[in-house]
C-alpha cells in the first residue's frame, strides 16, 4: 500500500485544492469523509486515504496517510481517519416520473435534508437550478447522510427543465403562501415535479407563473413560515402517499 | 438617550457573559440580535443597544452604542444594528393539550425547525428533557425565527412530566424506526403529546416504555431515516389535520 507521510507533499496539496468549487469543477472530482459516508458513496470513489491498514476499502487505490494529513483534508474539527475522492456524478438528463425541483435553495443543510426526504417519498430525480447551492458542497454532503449518492442529482436551467416536463405530461407543483388550494385538496397524481423555493423569497416569479398548480400547508396564523425543508418533507410524504 | 462608546466599559462586559449559559442561568437572562427577532421577542425584552437613534424601540430602556460594540456582543459575523437583552421565559407549568415532547434533541437548527412548526401545527406547549439542547442557545432562538417567543417553551423531567399528562388523558405517541403503526393507519385524537428523540439515537428505551402507541413513517427501503424535523413536521401536521 502506498503511503504518504508529509502534509506538504505534491499529491496530498493538490488534493487540498478540491476544497475550492473551482478546482472541483475542473477535475471533477471532490472530498467526503466518514466511514458512513464512504461506505455509501462506494460506486462514486476514486481513492481512499486511510490512516490504519486495518480500514482498507476494497476495489480501490488506498493510500496510508498521517492524522494530520486527514486532519488537513477535512471539512470538520475532529475527522474520522479516512478521506474518500470522489468523481462528479455525471447525470447528464432528466429521467424518470416524480421530480423535486429545487428553485435556489441556498442553506446546505436544507438542501441535504431534502434529499433525504426525496430518497424516503421514491422522488426519482432531484433537479436544482444553476443557482442553488453546489451538490458537492461538503456540508450538503453531510446533511444528506448518504442518501446523495443513491438519488439522481442534476442542475439544470428550471425553465428549460420545466417546459420538458410538461410535454412529458408531469404536473408542475408550486408552492406559495398565497396559493389557493390546501395540500390536503389536491387529488393522487401519477406523474409530478414539486416545486420548492429560496428560503427568503420562495419560488421564483418567472417560475411560479409556469406551474399547473400551486399549493400551501395551512398553519396556525401565529407562524410566518414553515422551514423549506419541512414544507417539502410534508408535500413529498402527502404526494407519496395518495399514490399507494 | 444613554450613550457606550468603549467596547471595555463595564457594563458591556457584564451584558458579553450572557454568551455563556452559566451566566445566563444566573441572570435569568439571554442575548438576541436582528431588527426581526427584537420584533417578535417584545414581551421579553429589558433593553436594547441600538447604533442609531431612528431604530429605538418604544416601551423600554435604548442604549446608544458603537457598531464595534454590537459586533462585540453578536454571534453573527455580519450582524445588524441592534442587539436585545431579554429575561427568561418563565414557563413553570403543563398547560394544554397537544404537547411536543423534545428527548435529548441536541441540533439547535433541528430544534428551531420544530419549535417553528410546533406553532404551526397548533402545539400547545413543547417540553424538553433537561439534556437537550440550551432553550437560550443563539442558534436555536435564530432557527426558530421568532416562533419561540410565541410558544410555551419548558424543561422537565420527562417521566414526570409524561406520567403526568397520562393522569390527564394526554395520550403519548412515541417515534420509532421498530413501531408497527403507520402513521396514516393513527385515527384523530384530541388530546395528545409526541415525543421525538436524539438525532443519532432516536427516543430513549425508558421513555418509550412509557409511550400509548408509537408511529413511524413509511419510507423507501433504500432510506435510513428521516431527518428529526422533517419526521416531526410530517407527524404534526398529520395529527392536526385529523383534528379538522
Chains 1, 2 share one sequence.
Do not use: W
Not at 159 to 181: M, W, Y
Amino acid at each position: 500500500m502506498k503511503k504518504i507521510t508529509s502534509i506538504n507533499n505534491e499529491f496530498i496539496k493538490e488534493l487540498n485544492k478540491l476544497h475550492e468549487k473551482k478546482e472541483r469543477d475542473k477535475r471533477q472530482q471532490f472530498i467526503i469523509e466518514g466511514f458512513h459516508l464512504i461506505q455509501e458513496a462506494k460506486r462514486y470513489l476514486d481513492l481512499v486515504l486511510i490512516v490504519d491498514e486495518k480500514d482498507e476499502v476494497a476495489g480501490i487505490e488506498n493510500i496510508l496517510v498521517t492524522k494530520e494529513i486527514i486532519t488537513k483534508l477535512s471539512f470538520t474539527k475532529t475527522p474520522q481517519n479516512i478521506i474518500g475522492i470522489c468523481h462528479y456524478f455525471d447525470e447528464n438528463q432528466l429521467t424518470g416520473e416524480r421530480f423535486l425541483i429545487l428553485d435556489n435553495v441556498q442553506d446546505p443543510g436544507n438542501l441535504g435534508t431534502l434529499v433525504r426526504s426525496a430518497l424516503g417519498f421514491n422522488i426519482d430525480q432531484v433537479i436544482m437550478s444553476i443557482d442553488s447551492v453546489d451538490m458537492y458542497n461538503d456540508k450538503f454532503i453531510r446533511a444528506t447522510q448518504g442518501a446523495v449518492f443513491k438519488m439522481r442529482m442534476i442542475k439544470r436551467d428550471l425553465i428549460e427543465a420545466i417546459l420538458d416536463l410538461k410535454e412529458r405530461n408531469v404536473l408542475i407543483i408550486g408552492t406559495s403562501l398565497k396559493a389557493s388550494i390546501d395540500l390536503d385538496s389536491l387529488s393522487s397524481i401519477n406523474k409530478y415535479a414539486l416545486v420548492l423555493g429560496n428560503e427568503a423569497n420562495g419560488v421564483s416569479d418567472d417560475i411560479l407563473k409556469l406551474v399547473d398548480t400551486s399549493v400551501k400547508i395551512r398553519t396556525n396564523s401565529l407562524l410566518e413560515s414553515l422551514n423549506v425543508g419541512v414544507a417539502g418533507g410534508i408535500i413529498l410524504y402527502y404526494l407519496d402517499k395518495k399514490q399507494e
